[in-house]
Structures are given as structure tokens and as C-alpha cells.
């Protein structure tokens, strides 16, 4: 299989057009054509075998929903709109044609979903399996949700169940090892929160919510107070709601005279906490203090998610 | 050394703010506010240890550079300018900080001449360094050039000298070596080309003149008639100057009554054929057929740069 014929496989994958995109695949550079009054959210993140993912328990398919997925829950965090994706390949010996169209299939299935067109990447081939996908989004011009706006007093929040992702990666299977493969990015309640319910801060929860909610709080020079109820995925023990990686839920912050709803897009919304003055990104779960622990490539021995 | 102390290291290095940049690294996306009447150029490409370089032969700095200098390319190849670098690296375990000091040192050197902003990117580890850049840029609306754009009639022109990269790559000394190892890209050319001479088509060498000329024909449905005089680099055969990868040179049409001048920028222009019509793609040089030889990283042992 050449790269020309490659290419040609993934154009025809991709037939949707966009509005805002004057040239897609095929050239140097995709060309977008922004709309008046939006600013632009860029994410990117790798996927990478034997780091993220195992050729043994991960199909085709799951690589390229899973690739995806992690782009479009940043641009959700943000509280935007996903556009575009952006996907760099190297494929690995074992690899084959039928390997990459159910990758790219798996992608479009969650890409088509959500709106967003597939406009550009690089190939090239490895060793192993690598994959860097960028995500392109809209938001109404400053109307994005940064990790950096929460302030004491305000009422911390997630979206959905947490450790859910862990328990599927500790036993491969069921709803949690569904959960763990085909992350459901909140984009849908991500926008809500920007344009509606005016968030002060908002992220997603790739590492674990112990370190990602010392990120966020640390980001906006404040600690936090968790009151000890969390939503707990279904027989996911607490340290895996507290630390597991990959929910990609919301994690976000509001001012306590704000009325925040009990679900949004039919997303389950719990208040966990509250933020409080304090050495910034300190946090208290129940009254005792909870180390920022969570997935952190360099600190640990490689995951083999 | 953690995720955090990396992304510290390299927020350190890139004091740098652009006046489109609302939030840079450090959220879940960056932040871009696009100026009026402009489209948005995107381009993503990888740079592999043992596939695009080597640890033996490549300085830290080399790989900085050089995975700033595939991108900025294909911004040039556009017409236009560059603007945002997004950079997602992956570690190896030899890579220390030493390592990634020196990589952001040699990409920063590069990305200042050309007013560019590192505004994000992605930290993980693999067993080799992996790194994916994508590189932003701007261009005044309906302005980018494409491949598509030449036209039966229209003269065939290249940037500066080719062969360069390919005689370093096999003899690893001298200016060919530098010019394998620290590629310029032609952004002040490029630009020039869109905006001034109206080009028809361009694209960048960045697998060779004669598959790049004939993907340059395909796109914009005509064949090529090379009149057998090429810049050759000195030192380079006529082999290297037609199927060796990475000068990334220009690759442009003009039609025949417009005046191109002998350099742009300081940099020499040189007439070497044009386009006709008859078979898209098929190229003659010299009056004898060209076969669309150069860098296909499916078709060809892999290549270590």
C-alpha cells in the first residue's frame, strides 16, 4: 500500500464538507475561513500503542473513537464547538489496510456524531502504532471556560459517573470496559455551561480527579473542599472515582447564587465540593487531605490502557 | 523530572506572546482570535527518531529545528504566514532534560525568526522520541495557494538549490550536512509569491522534485515538460537533485506572461519548465520520461535522517 493509496482511502472516508473549510486533505495546509465574532480553541494529544492503548484488547475501531474522543472532551472543557480534526498516523508492520479503515471508521463514527470533519493529518510508518490527533473548535468570542476563573466560594461540579474507566481497565469488561474504550466526550454540556450557565471554570477529567482538580485549583489560586460524596460508576471503588484517569467528565466551578441543574443534556450534574481560600491547590475530601495523585506519564511505569 | 516541571521548563522557554494568542499553554486548548478578511492555514507533521532522524547523527537542537522547519514549510508552500506552533512530544527514556532543554532551545531559535509562538502541545513517554508539530498560520482571504491552480501554458519555477539534503544525508559534512539538518523554510518567498507574482499553484520539496512536481500536475490536471537545466545544488548529482527528499525549496507556477524575478528575498529563482496539456501528472525532463520517484515512506525501506 503506497501513501498515495492511503491518502485516497482516508479521502474517501471523509467526503462531509464543512462550511468553513475552503480546502481539505491533499494540499500542504487545510485552509479554514473562521466566522466574524468566534475565537479559535486548539487542542492536540497523542495516542500511542503499548502507551495508550494495546494492540491485544484495543480494536481498530477503538483506537480511532478513543484518538478522537480525547480531542473533542478538550475542546468540550473550553465549553466550544469541535470543527475540525487533524490526523497524524504512523503505521506499524502489522498494520494493514483493513487495520487503518477500521480506524478511520471507528473516528468518523464519533466525528459524525459530533459535527466535525476530518481535514488533514500526516502519514508515515513506525515501529509501532502513533497517533497525534488535533482538534479544532469555535466559541463565542471570549466566552471560553478556562482552568483559571474559579473563586472562593464557588460550588464545584461534575458531569456524569467518575472511575468508571478504571474498573473497565482492571477488568476488561462490561459497561466499565465499554466505558474505558469509547469515552463519550461532554460536548453537548460543555457548551451549555459557557453559554448558559456562565461556568468560572471548567475542565475535563483525564487524570483522575485528585490531580486535575489540583490543576484547576491551582490555575485559579484557590483550594478546595470536597464534601466526600462523589458519583461513584457503578462498583468502581472510591479511589478509582478519586484517581483513575480517562472519565473525560467535566470538572467545573460556579458561583454558589448561581442555579446549576440536576442534569444537562441528560447528563447527571453533582456538586461535590466548594472552593475556598487557601494555598492554591490544596484540597480537603471529607476533612482530610487528598494528595494530587493521578495519571502522570513521568512519574509512573507506562500504563497499558 | 514530572509532567508538571516539563511543561514548567517549557512555559519558561517560550516567554513569547502574539497578539492573537488570548491563552497559550497551560488549558485543556489554546485560545486564537483570528484578525478579519484572513483564512487560517493548519499543517501537522511528524518527526521519528529512526525514521526522520537519528539519535547518533542529530543534536537536540537539529530535531527542535528541524520539526519546526517541516511545518513552517508547508505555511510557506501556502503563501502565508506562520504564526502558532503546537508541539506534541513524546520522551524516550535517553531523552532527559538536558535533552528537551536542548529540542525547545533549536525549535525557539527558528520559531523567533519567524515571529512564531509555541501555544501548546501534548507530554507523554514512549521508547523512542515521537514528535507531532502543527504549525498555524494566516494569509489574507482567498489568497493561499494551492496545488491545483496551474494551468497548461504556465512556466514551472523553483526557490534556491536542489539536491542539498540528499548529498549531506550521504556524505554527513558541510554545507549539504547543515542543509539536511537545519532546512530554512521559505516563508519570506512564499509569501511574496502569494501576495506580489500571483502564482498559480506552489507547493514545497519536501520528497523530492519529481514526485512533488507530479503531484503538483495531478492536482492541477496537466503533465510538465522540464527543460533539463536544474539549480543543483554544488556537490549534488542530477539524481539527487530530482528525486531527493527534503530541500523543501518551492515548487511554483507562474503563467508565462507574468514576470517573476531572478530572486526573491535573496533567494534565486530559477525557470525550469512548464506545464502543457495531456496526461495529469506525467512529467518529461529532457524530453525523456520521469518517473515519479522520491520519499514514500510505504514504498521504500525506511529511511534514517
Known amino acids: 500500500m503506497r501513501e498515495t493509496d492511503l491518502i485516497g482511502l482516508i479521502q474517501s472516508l471523509n467526503a462531509a464538507q464543512a462550511p468553513g473549510l475552503v480546502k481539505g486533505i491533499g494540499d500542504d495546509c487545510a485552509i479554514l475561513r473562521p466566522k466574524a465574532g468566534e475565537d479559535i480553541l486548539v487542542t492536540t494529544d497523542f495516542l500511542l500503542e503499548d502507551v495508550h492503548f494495546l494492540r ?5 475501531a477503538d483506537c480511532g473513537w478513543k484518538a478522537l474522543a480525547r ?10 464547538t469541535p470543527q475540525y480534526a487533524f490526523v497524524s498516523l504512523a503505521l506499524a508492520p502489522w498494520s494493514d489496510a483493513r487495520w487503518v479503515r477500521g480506524f478511520y471508521t471507528g473516528m468518523q463514527r464519533l466525528a459524525q456524531r459530533h459535527g466535525v470533519v476530518v481535514a488533514g493529518g500526516d502519514l508515515t510508518r513506525s515501529d509501532k502504532v502513533l497517533c497525534d490527533i488535533v482538534v479544532l473548535g469555535a466559541v463565542r468570542r471570549g466566552q471560553a471556560l478556562c482552568r483559571s476563573g474559579a473563586r472562593p466560594g464557588d460550588r464545584l461540579y461534575v458531569t456524569g459517573l467518575l472511575g468508571g474507566s478504571a474498573l473497565g481497565l482492571e477488568t476488561q469488561h462490561g459497561a466499565a470496559w465499554k466505558r474505558h474504550l469509547r469515552p463519550e466526550p461532554r460536548v453537548e454540556a460543555g457548551r451549555a455551561l459557557a453559554a448558559r450557565f456562565k461556568a468560572t471554570a471548567c475542565m475535563d477529567l483525564s487524570d483522575g480527579l485528585a490531580l486535575d482538580l489540583h490543576r484547576l485549583c491551582r490555575e485559579s489560586g484557590c483550594r478546595a473542599e470536597l464534601n466526600g460524596t462523589l458519583p461513584v460508576f457503578p462498583g468502581s ?3 478509582q472515582a478519586l484517581a483513575g484517569g480517562e472519565d473525560y467528565e467535566l470538572l467545573f466551578a460556579a458561583p454558589a447564587d448561581r442555579p446549576i441543574p440536576h442534569s444537562i443534556a441528560g447528563l447527571p450534574i453533582t456538586e461535590i465540593g466548594h472552593c475556598s481560600k487557601g494555598s492554591p491547590g490544596r484540597i480537603r475530601f471529607d476533612g482530610n487531605p487528598l494528595p494530587a495523585a493521578g495519571w502522570d506519564p513521568f512519574s509512573k511505569p507506562q500504563r497499558s490502557s
Open 56 to 60: 491485544a484488547t484495543h480494536s481498530a
Open 237 to 239: 471503588s472510591i479511589q
Open 71 to 80: 480531542g473533542l472532551s478538550d475542546i468540550a472543557a473550553m465549553g466550544g
